[in-house]
């Protein structure tokens, strides 16, 4: 197990648009044990999500979820994800980066959308997602078009401090991804 360092905002390499992963590197040790380590830090800094550039790799991956059968976020591998949005429905939410630290913002993203990707064993996969769990993959495929959360606020009128965040906007402190 390896808790890799964590990219912040103003590296070039959040600025990007990632690489596509080839199907025969999907199975290699080095893309394996980068998935099992991208896991790892994800769950060490208790982010939801974590994208390839966080850690400093040009691929377009990205790990999410939390393992716990009440999370409405599961565990998921996505390689090469291509994002379909369903309908015109959108909401508005908070959000943080592990890019970001310590900072959360208001977020339009689309409601529903399905989503097209390979898994860790290189299979096609899609499933359809709504509100939270939409949210998240909206906001890790950013990562790999080089795109922040922030870039998406309709304004920075939310933009606060996770301090002020949880003193007046929310008890818990949400979660980065
Ligand atoms: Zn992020």
């Avoid at 377009?60 to 994002?83: K, W, Y």
């Avoid at 970001?100 to 689309?110: F, M, S, T, W, Y």
């Avoid at 495929?141 to 965040?165: A, C, I, P, Q």
């Amino acid at each position: 197990m390896s808790i890799l360092k964590v990219s912040r905002m103003g590296h070039p390499v959040l600025r990007q648009r990632t690489a596509l992963i080839q199907p025969d590197e999907i199975g290699t040790a080095s893309t394996q044990r980068l998935i099992d380590d991208m896991f790892d830090t994800m769950n060490d800094y208790a982010g939801i999500g974590l994208a390839a550039p966080q850690v400093y790799q040009d691929r377009r991956l990205f790990v999410a979820g939390v393992d716990d059968p009440d999370s409405t976020m599961q565990p998921v591998v996505m390689i090469n994800p291509e994002i379909e949005v369903i309908d015109e429905g959108e909401e508005e939410d908070w959000e943080g980066c592990l890019s970001i630290p310590d900072i959360r913002g208001k977020v339009p993203r689309a409601k529903n959308i399905r989503v097209r990707f390979l898994d860790r064993y290189g299979n096609s996969q899609q499933f359809t997602a709504s509100g939270f769990p939409a949210r998240v993959i909206q906001h890790e495929t950013d990562h790999l078009n080089g795109v922040l959360f922030v870039d998406r606020m309709k304004s920075f009128e939310s933009l606060t401090f996770l301090e002020e965040y949880g003193r007046y906007w929310d008890s818990g402190s949400g979660s980065d991804g």
